[in-house]
């Protein structure tokens, strides 16, 4: 049997969606949807130019609660919530500092298709069988700067109170729980990230999606307590979104704890994986591309 294999080259029937939010309302970001054959992907990212400083002392008896939430700062994540629904002695006192500055966004995407005639030349009919390959690739360069600190220290005596925090700084999380009715506890988080590069490739069969940031996160606690419990989680993704660190630990009675955790990523540039030299299209062209270039500051798209 002798096949025939003719190709083609034709612009991938790829959906490629760009929304960018307007700076007029002072939150800046983009919304990137893409669609090769029923395989979507999505991507949303957000961020807003601010310096915010807070600082609160409080001390007294009885009963309180306590919730705050940070978010919506080039991934940049922070919520607390903490309460004693019964009265006893409390001292707290906590400082935010927030820094985050808007930046170019670059979005690139890159469209192949390709239709292989296979053809049984030994017959007598005039059959072919017909194969579409298709797939595009989608790169980000996302340049926004976020620092983010938040130092707190709580002291407790009483029935018990109850306290969660939690930071995630894409996709590193760090979190603390207790449950005490005897509490001193001493705590710095700070996350800082200045760029960011999306890498993603689909095809009909699935989505291959990497992220890298350069980023960091450090962590300090000095926890004293007596109650019923005392849980650390800490986890660090990969470049694929992959769980790449965990480390999880559970408490319970009269605990002192001090720990230090500083993790981190840095950007590796993306490998260009169209090779202009290769013979990979005989009869077609080179691969359609679009830029875009987003200049927030002024709020404009450029095409």
Not at 173 to 201: H, K
């Amino acid at each position: 049997m002798f096949r025939v294999i003719r190709w083609f080259y034709m612009i991938l029937p790829l959906v490629i969606l760009f929304v960018f939010i307007s700076s007029c309302d002072g939150r800046m970001g983009y919304d990137v949807t893409a669609s090769v054959n029923g395989s979507v992907l999505e991507i949303h990212r957000y961020t807003q130019a601010l310096n915010f400083d807070a600082t609160g002392v409080v001390n007294g008896f009885g009963n309180f609660s306590k919730y705050s939430c940070i978010k919506g700062f080039a991934g940049v994540r922070a919520d607390e919530l903490s309460s004693s629904t019964k009265p006893g002695r409390l001292g707290l006192s906590d400082k935010i500092i927030l820094r985050s500055k808007e930046g170019p966004v670059v979005i690139s995407a890159k469209l192949w298709s390709g239709i292989n005639f296979i053809s049984n030349e030994t017959s007598q009919n005039e059959t072919q069988n017909i194969a579409v390959s298709e797939h595009g690739d989608v790169n980000v360069d996302e340049k926004w700067w976020t620092y983010f600190a938040n130092q707190k220290k709580i002291i407790y005596s009483g029935p018990e109170i109850r306290f969660r925090e939690a930071y995630e700084n894409n996709g590193d999380l760090m979190a603390n729980t207790v449950d005490s009715w005897a509490l001193s506890r001493d705590s710095l988080y700070r996350a800082s990230i200045n760029r960011t590069l999306i890498s993603a490739n689909l095809t009909s069969q699935g989505n291959f999606l990497r992220k890298h940031s350069n980023k960091s996160s450090s962590y300090l606690l000095d926890l004293k307590t007596i109650g019923s419990l005392a849980h650390l989680d800490v986890i660090q993704i990969g470049p694929c979104g992959e769980l790449a660190n965990r480390v999880s630990q559970d408490f319970v009675g009269q605990q002192n704890m001090s720990l230090k955790i500083n993790m981190g990523d840095w950007i590796h540039p993306p490998y260009d994986d169209y090779v202009s030299w290769l013979n990979c299209c005989p009869i077609g062209k080179a691969p359609v591309e679009l830029q875009l270039q987003v200049n927030q500051s002024q709020g404009k798209t450029d095409l």
